[in-house]
């Protein structure tokens, strides 16, 4: 039996979300002032969608380790909640720098109907820690 694995959607095609992974949140570190335009444009853009056609998120458990890695002392920051279920673009796990683990890659612009909170992310005497509402 034929099993249709996409919809069709304004003439473009965008996979149905079978990966378990996508049923929970995922999140993006963004400057500030990315956001604050984000917010005036109603849709959020990061310059890697183009540069390299995708927007970089990590699943929670993934954060911290890319926040120490890519944004240390950097204290203009926030951290971007998104529900996956509500992006009309796809989303690939994948790793690009050869490594095992794969990341959540967004391949277009996020809607602020995605975006479910956004929290000030700055480290304390260069650690970062998760916000409160999200640790367990």
């Not at 796990?93 to 612009?109: D, F, T, V």
Request: hydrophobic letters at 45%.
């Amino acid at each position: 039996m034929w099993e249709n694995k996409s919809i069709l959607k304004v003439g473009m095609i965008f996979p149905i979300r079978t990966d378990a992974r996508l049923k929970t949140m995922i999140f993006h570190i963004a400057q500030a002032i990315d956001w604050q335009a984000a917010q005036a444009a109603g849709v959020y853009k990061a310059s890697s969608l183009a540069n390299e056609g995708f927007i970089h998120c990590s699943d929670q458990h993934q954060v911290l380790e890319v926040a120490h890695r890519l944004f240390q002392n950097r204290q203009d920051l926030v951290l971007i909640e998104i529900n996956p279920q509500c992006l009309d673009v796809e989303v690939r796990y994948e790793n690009c720098e050869g490594g095992e683990e794969q990341y959540p890659h967004i391949y277009g612009m996020i809607p602020l109907k995605a975006i479910i909170t956004v929290f000030p992310f700055m480290p304390e005497a260069g650690v970062f820690t998760l916000p409160l509402e999200l640790r367990s």
